[in-house]
């Protein structure tokens, strides 16, 4: 008998990197936090589907769902499906 696969955690984390810590040696110093990032990363939030979410309309049981992230001053969020307890995305934030 197989064991079914670990369940994956999905639940909401907050990071806080330490920006110029005054690890500063020799003629390396910097004023402020923000020299320190010389390279753009992007971050790419893959948004695939929610099943059997709870309804949040009481007389039907429904729900009408959307996925909002944040990040820094940026704000992306997915179409909301109306009445779809198992909406599925499949989009890239």
Known sequence: MQRPPPLEDFSLKETKPNLGGGNVTGNNKHTCSYELVEHIMYLYVHVVEAKDLPGKDVTT?????????????????????????????NQVC
């Not at 909002?68 to 779809?84: A, C, Q, S, V, W």
């Open 61 to 89: 049981g429904t729900c009408d769902p959307y996925v909002e992230i944040k990040l820094g001053n940026y704000k992306g969020r997915t179409p909301y499906f109306e009445d779809n307890s198992n909406p599925k995305w």
